[in-house]
């Protein structure tokens, strides 16, 4: 992706129109503050504040500016790779998107990050911008697509925390109730919300990322299969050659010969 044109905060006044019936052989994403009717897929569409919409390369474009002054923010971009990346984001060119409050401040962070670079004769600016552009498809894309509206700041931080003292102390004997107890929920509604934020239960994700941090030690061949139990917090080294079986398909030692 090769970002072409970046135009910051600019501002169109009440009663203009602008139109490009035939598109303008660019991908262009364009942030309106304000209410706008604007030409997609060949309607007329009223916007609400802080529409998102992507134009495709041959998109009619056409803005009217019918209910007062109109802000806005853009970048055009290009590139044979335009079409997987918004694919892999699961964007659509051609169709409105409405970021709530939050992402909509990181787009505005961002759109100054993209201007700043752009403008400026730095090393690896280009690269910079793409970076920045795309950071933006990821913002919305996490924001657009997200079906958990249950998932307040609060809580997601109060999860982050607490996998976070979990990566750092793996050797520790977690136990789900106290982190329900942390999280101030019963045991069954933290069992349940780990795993729709993280993808794996507590209970796996500990155990994973013990058996990583085995693999790693086994692989320096500095310490024996029980050191390494103790060391990722099994008390029992039976149990912890029987777990390491278990998530990788050979033994601790298998693997100790196979590194």
């Given amino acids: 992706m090769i970002v072409t044109n970046v135009r910051k905060k600019s501002l169109t006044k009440h009663g203009v129109r602008y139109t490009n019936m035939k598109g303008t052989g660019e991908y262009n994403f364009i942030h309106l503050f304000d209410p706008v009717t604007i030409l997609v897929n060949g309607t007329n569409v009223t916007t609400k504040r802080n529409?998102?919409?992507?134009?495709?390369?041959?998109?009619?474009?056409?803005?009217?500016?019918?209910?007062?002054?109109v802000y806005f923010e853009r970048f055009s971009f290009t590139g044979d790779?335009?079409?997987?990346?918004?694919?892999?984001?699961?964007?659509?060119?051609?169709?409105?998107?409405?970021?709530?409050?939050?992402?909509?401040?990181?787009i505005l962070r961002l759109f100054e990050c993209i201007d700043d670079e752009f403008f400026r004769p730095r090393k690896f600016a280009g690269n910079a911008v793409r970076i920045y552009a795309e950071q933006i498809f990821l913002s919305l894309c996490r924001d657009v697509n997200s079906d958990s509206p249950e998932?307040?700041?609060?809580?997601?931080n109060?999860?982050?925390?607490?996998?976070?003292?979990?990566?750092s102390h793996p050797q520790k004997d977690w136990n789900v109730d106290d982190m329900a107890q942390a999280a101030?929920?019963?045991?069954?509604?933290?069992?349940?919300?780990?795993?729709?934020?993280?993808?794996?239960?507590?209970?796996?994700?500990?155990?994973s990322l013990r058996i990583?941090?085995?693999?790693?030690?086994?692989?320096?061949?500095?310490?024996?299969v029980a050191e390494v139990a103790e060391i990722t917090g099994y008390q029992n080294v039976f149990h912890f050659i029987r777990q390491f079986k278990k998530h990788t398909n050979i033994t601790p030692k298998q693997f100790e010969k196979q590194n």
Avoid: W
């Fill in 81 to 106: 790779s335009v079409e997987q990346l918004l694919d892999l984001y699961g964007l659509s060119s051609d169709k409105i998107y409405y970021p709530s409050e939050s992402c909509t401040k990181d």
């Fill in 158 to 167: 109060t999860f982050c925390e607490i996998r976070k003292a979990i990566y």
């Fill in 151 to 156: 998932y307040n700041d609060k809580i997601i």
């Fill in 184 to 207: 101030n929920l019963n045991k069954a509604r933290f069992f349940e919300l780990y795993k729709k934020l993280f993808g794996i239960s507590p209970i796996q994700d500990i155990i």
């Fill in 212 to 224: 990583r941090i085995a693999k790693t030690l086994l692989g320096t061949h500095r310490y024996t």
């Fill in 51 to 69: 529409a998102i919409l992507i134009y495709g390369p041959q998109s009619p474009q056409a803005m009217d500016c019918n209910m007062g002054d």
